[in-house]
């Protein structure tokens, strides 16, 4: 796994100007951003619906599409950075322990391998760590398909661009602070969905894209105000005690009507939190250590810009790293003389050789040794695929019943959790679904499952309805002669 955060970004305060692109759904907003000394001036910008989509469609098609909108609107900047949709992102939130800083990395990468639902090799990973007042250290490991950007890729080379960022534009809009006290959740109204991130001890503490908080009715979005408090509430309480308590402050991006709407509703809806609400609508000024036009409305794609142009490195960077041809040679013949570097590589080659053979050697031995043990280990085989197949049938432990007297032991007797279907899985895997009076005893029943010892990994699944019939569902592992580690 690379930590993007350690590339050299240092060279981006001598540029210019830059093209700076944002995809969400199927708009593609633009602008072309350039640096007078200290000040901005936005040169062309545009706002275009793609017909086709850079995953699925042919990559040269894609690119003659968007180079037909630049051209279109003017644009002839080859440099760009580029702000990926939110949705294509996974993330994961882990407890960095006390270690030596040198390992760190390692417990990351393990980390990341333990929690991704995909093998970690296949996406460019991200990370963003932050610290409480306390000491006590988080990370957000944050991953995107390394398909998926390589795609993008494709496509802007085709476009005639040359990509120098791939980033977020909520990231850009709210970019953590050193301060570990000044925690801020922002809410950014996008194209097809809200975007919420949590900024907190100095780095981004969670990230989502909140699918269904936009609906469309005809021509006309309408936003769910619910969905977008209930799933801040969940983000939130997936967090530690101390990045709660750091969110001091709730800021809202987005188009006038639908972005005031959602500030009014959150404050509402939220008031129990003691956080200010604010709808961000400009810049202030200075922000990104620039000069920035009186009355510039807050948009990502400026704010991908502007950092870049600022020479401030992004929070999350997802471009891979590349070493440049000229390098490549420099570092291939500058250690000696050509003659020198061929004599060792056909020694490095002959012992190479030598080991292949060695190893070659050892296979065909112990082929001949298997060839004659492969009759017994069958039968073998065949007796233990009998006795997984028998076992269960001479478990006198009565596992089931277990299962069901310690998740009846957690549900509160007076009646305010109620299940209507329990389903056990191998008698290991359980999935429970039913009703509750409200969340919060909802989550007083999953707090007693998770202090069961032979329980692992219990899980809240999605909501619905409203209080006093709320449905929930949930699933845990059963684990026979657990500790309470977990």
Known sequence: MIDLRKLNFSRRSRRTSVLGLTLDGGRLEGLVLRRVNSALEVQNSFSVSLTLDPLTNDAELVGREIRNHLDAAGVRERQCVFG?????????????????????????????????????????????????????????LVGVPKNHVSLLERVLNAAKLKPVSFSLGITALQPPRGDSASGVMALAVGESHVGLQITAGGGVAALRALEGALEMEGSQRLLRPDLVAREAR???????????????????????????????????????????????????????????????????????????????????EFLPPRVAPWKQMTERYASGKLRTA???????????????????CQLWRLQSQWSKMAVTVGQLEDISKQISQFRPWYDESVKGLTILRGLTQAFPEDGSV?????????????????????????????????????????????????????????????????????
Not at 117 to 131: E, F, G, M
Not at 342 to 360: E, H
């Open 84 to 140: 990926l949709p939110l949705k294509w992102i996974l993330t994961t939130h882990v407890a960095v322990p006390e270690l030596p800083e040198a390992d760190v990395a390692s417990f990351l990468q393990i980390e990341a391998e333990r929690s991704f639902p995909c093998d970690v090799t296949t996406l460019h990973v991200a990370i963003s760590r932050c610290k409480g007042e306390k000491g006590k250290e988080h990370a957000l």
């Open 234 to 316: 969940i983000t939130l309480g997936q967090l530690s005690s101390e990045e709660i308590e750091a969110v001091r402050s709730i800021k809202v991006f987005g188009p006038a009507d639908l972005s005031q709407q959602l500030a009014d509703e959150i404050e509402l809806r939220l008031d129990v939190m003691s956080v200010t609400v604010q709808r961000v609508t400009t810049y202030a000024p200075g922000e990104f250590g620039l000069q920035i036009p009186a009355g510039t409305v807050v948009r990502p794609v400026f704010s991908l810009a502007a950092q870049y142009l600022g020479g401030l490195s992004p929070s999350l």
């Open 342 to 360: 061929l004599s060792a590589a056909g020694a490095a080659g002959l012992i190479v050789g030598g080991l292949f053979f060695y190893q070659q």
């Open 418 to 486: 109620t299940a209507k279907t329990v389903e056990i899985r191998d008698l290991g895997t359980v999935t429970c679904t039913g009703t509750a009076r409200n969340y919060q005893v909802l989550l007083q029943t999953l707090q007693k499952l998770r202090a069961m010892p032979q329980i692992r990994d219990a899980n809240l699944g999605p909501t619905r309805g409203q209080t006093p019939a709320l449905q929930f569902s949930f699933s845990f592992a059963w684990i026979d002669g657990g500790n309470s580690g977990n």
